[in-house]
């Protein structure tokens, strides 16, 4: 009997595996909600606003972007 010339194809296993930062996103973006959430509500049981909390977060976030000054 002769084989059938259609064959289904198979896909390499580098075609699956996924880049560090694939696999690590979703992670990474649930830790950063829950901080947040922690933050704006520790703020918010310190008496800040919502607004000023949401505020102080993204100020720090700026911050963090910021290059280091080099103390030469």
């Known amino acids: 009997m002769p084989m059938s010339a259609a064959r289904p194809s198979i896909t390499s296993s ?24 922690k933050m704006i509500a520790a703020a918010i049981n310190a008496g800040w ?4 909390a ?8 700026r911050n963090e972007l910021l290059p280091v000054a080099s103390s030469h």
Do not use: S, Y
């Open 54 to 61: 949401v505020a102080a977060i993204d100020e720090l976030r």
């Open 49 to 52: 606003t919502l607004e000023e």
């Open 14 to 37: 580098k075609d699956h595996v996924l880049t560090v930062q694939e696999a690590l996103e979703p992670l990474f973006m649930a830790l950063e909600e829950e901080a947040e959430i």
